[in-house]
């Protein structure tokens, strides 16, 4: 009997896997218009209008939420008039406006003017088009003759305005084609046609200046440059050709820049001598004066400085090395211990030093902070530094006197045991109503102080990051409407809408099958990803599956594990509603119905999948994040299918892929094109792809792996210059002749910024002095550089810098300092400060086995002069991983109350076993016993968790394991995981599950690994391959659990 249940049970999980579900009638799921309320009035009053402009003023605050879907609906014949009456409208709301819904604009645009007849000129939608005459004040319509290469005349190109910008690349280079193009055409008729263009990008410049130099137009000539707007904030190609009345011109035009111009700044002040600028001069210049290099800062008088600090204080932009430049010769002539000497120091405040910082009053402070430029500088400090800020300002004002005054960028720096203080008449839901980045266990400490005023929708849309404390039993008793606008905040974790999906269903007290459309389309999309079972999905009625499909569509699919199995359970109810057995028959209009859920596809399903139905997807692709194994070969197949080899990619090709690029590696990427618009295309999709901060569980990693591209864009940026990997692992403490080597510009560092991993020892160590110092910010905040190229680079630091110098210097090499010797570590950190510990104890490296000697030398050399006992808050968060070096017994003298202001961050740090028990006994001394931990403790205990013992482990509360942090959980010994009970692991939630390893694992017994798996979210938790657990390992589990029960 037993042999025979578990052959039934695995054969029934094998149906689950397979069945298919309701197949509703494909004539059902026709695309139809996907307007809504005033959308449908909109997309009526364009083929027909009545009072069209008094519909658009009436409706005028809420047009920025259109949506993409409406205007894909839209009439493709609509009435010339309505067309421009709208265009002008969308054009004031631009910014306000989604991005997909900006791009569908364009689109519809694109589609009805690029046609035969274009739109309806006359009002009566029903009557044959009419041609416009051409004359000034028609209408915008299509030209006689006019195919879809040059569909953009001058009168579309003013009717589209700032949706230009939505076009592909060669479109706008075609618009510039000769001296007869639409865009020669508008750039003489339009006094400033670029002026609202504020996300204009590199490459779109760069092909509109190409353009405009065809229109005999020469843009170096200051009457051109007054009409180029926005696209003056890319002018760093011209600048050298530039006499000095037309540079300062130029900078009067760049202080109405949106974006960062500091490239410009930099090539306009490259060749001016600084040794005889004035302070007159010198203020005159304004913002430009941060294009000035170190050297060039150097240069300046102290007097000249001092002189001009009025001005200097209020730039943005200033790297941390040129502050410190300005700073050495303020300090003799400015007094910085009061709120007025802080305040003229203004935006140069962060270049301070903690020590300086923490021996303010807190009253001055506060006053200090009430400065704008003073406020902002907030933003570049340090941890140590805005701790030392915080501890000072605490020493003297209450917690809710600081709350008042404190700048957001200082408030991660509150300790959650301080924060307990704070009264609900401080932190207040207007007080939170603002971007200020709590992070999770200040918000726990948050919401438990203001729960009882939390009652409506509006109060729940006021939470912005604080929304993170709320826990599950939160959650659990709130109405429908509240747990509806907490959906809305981006910042909720997948624990958080998993808890809140389960609340939403059980308030609506209804089974989905008996929901009606209206009702389904009140649905948040992230709850029905976090449903407790798919089964009820397949057993709604084919009229309403549809409003469920759409809803996935709109779902953001990161926030499932990449390896989840509720990505093929909904991908499978998906195919089951559309009734699509094969991709091979989806149109354009279903893949963009499909939305997100693209992002479920299996291999299969983009092999069979149609070229041109492919691109439709790409979109929506690029939002899904990493692709790996058999997903990314069958993706990066049929982008070749589809756009054709890498050798033939154009700037448009690029662009439409964007992230995807990542699914190619080097062979490929090296194929690419090597010209100007490409290596800027290249550029800015590299700047678009940003690292998260912190440990992030390999199931949870969404970002795509860029290396490969990053690694192509080098090699255009250096072309032969571009190291070899041999020439990357040469012998430390090579002496190079540099006669024979091409070394780096100051322009290659700051283009390829992280990218710098690409130059060979010899061109780091061969650079020039100038290069270096003028440099160093970017190059001593690289990540990637081998030993060979750190010590290169140290070389090249001892050369630049004498004996004193390079003491001063060692907070501005930071990781440059891993390849210090043993003696050079001895000699130039012979009395490190904490700031140089802080800039050099960034690095996790420190704690590697060749390292830790010299960690050790460091840590010694601070604690010559200050006792363990006596490190305060600052010292603690300041020495980063070099308290990962402390012994046991120093790590037992910490005074427990600088200790539990500092614990969030000691947290983040992944220190040895050894260490991770002695700083859990230290939490022991200061919190108390682990089975008495709240939520907000755990949270900010972090990694320290990591060193419990399993007698200690089992004790925590259930309520407490889904705070513990993701890197905690990776760090717990499989000999201490085992020890977590089932309804612990149960409670354990989805960021901690995937964080779990196959070792921890495998010490779990059947009952616990199930407990553990419903972490996962499937409706057959056992199915989950998060941690490579196969299928039917999970399946013969699940059997013997079910063995087990019919025995009994």
Known sequence: MGLSTLCVAVCCLCLVSTSEGQNPNKEENKPTGRCSGWEETLSTQLTAPSNFISFLNTNYKILPKLSSGC???????????????????????????????????????????????????????????????????????PDQGKDKSNWITVNVL?????FLLQAPISTIKDIGGNINSSLCSLYSNVTEP?????????????????????????????????????MACFFAPFTDKLNQSTVNFLMMKLKNCSGDVKNVYQNLMKSRPTDSINAEELKNLGDAAVGFSVNQLGNLSKKVIQESLDQLKKINGWSQGQKKALLEKVLDGADTQNATGLKKLGGLVSALDSKALGKLKGSDLLEAFKSQDVAQSADSMQPVQKKSIVRAILKDKSINEALKDLPPALMSELSSQTLKNATDSTLTLDFLDKPIPWNRGQALVIIKTILKNLKTPEDMKKLRDAVTGLTCSNLESMSVDNLRALAANEKMTRDQVRCAAAAYFKALNKKLADLTAVEITQIPPSFLLFLKSFDELIKMQSSTCSSVVSLLAQANPKLLPRSSARRQEILKFIKSCLNLDDTLTLNASQVYNLGLAVCYFDPKDFDNMGTDVFQGAIDKLKDCGKFEGKVKESLASKIIATYGNSSTWTPDVLNQLQSLLSLFNSTQLEKLQTNADIRVVLGNILSQVMKPEGFVAPDLDFTPKMDDVSKAFSKMVLGDQAATPSSKRRKRATAYNCSNVTPPTTDQIQTLNAGCTAFSPAQLQCMSTDTFTNTLDILASVKGFSMEQLTALTVKALEVYSQKDLVKQISSLKGIVLAFSQDQVKEYLATPDIDMLSAVGESKDWLNPEMQSKAKIIVDNFLKNKTVSNLTSSDLVGMRYFICVLSAEQIGNISNAEYSTAVSNIGKLQCPSDVLTALKNKAISTFGSPDTWSEHVAQDLGTTMAGLTGS??????????????????????????????????????????????SAQIAQLDTVKLQAL???????????????????????????????????L
């Open 158 to 162: 003013k009717l589209l305005g700032r």
């Open 952 to 997: 200690e482990i089992s004790k925590l509360g259930e309520r407490v394991m889904p705070f513990l942090t993701p890197e905690a959980v990776s760090l717990i010994p499989p000999a201490v995981f085992k020890s977590l009970s089932a309804a612990q692991l149960r409670s354990l939630g989805t960021d901690n599950f995937a964080a779990v390893s």
């Open 194 to 230: 670029f002026d609202k263009f504020y996300d204009l990008n590199s490459a779109q410049a760069n092909v509109l200046f190409q353009g405009l130099q065809k229109c005999n137009v020469n843009i170096t000539d200051q009457k051109e440059i007054a009409k180029l707007g926005q």
């Open 71 to 141: 205007v894909m609906s839209f009439n493709q014949s609509a009435n010339a008039t309505a067309v421009a009456d709208l265009m002008k409208v969308l054009n004031e709301v631009y910014d306000d406006l989604n991005p997909g819904t900006r791009k569908m604009v364009y689109l519809w645009i694109e589609k009805m003017y690029s046609k035969e007849n274009g739109p309806v000129v006359n009002k009566e939608a029903d009557k044959e088009p009419v041609k416009p005459t051409g004359k000034s004040g028609d209408k915008p319509g």
């Open 1013 to 1047: 798996n419903e972490n996962s979210g499937a409706t057959n938790p056992a199915y989950s391959a998060g941690h490579k657990i196969s299928p039917a390992f999970a399946a013969i589990t699940l059997a013997l659990t079910l063995l087990t029960v019919n025995l």
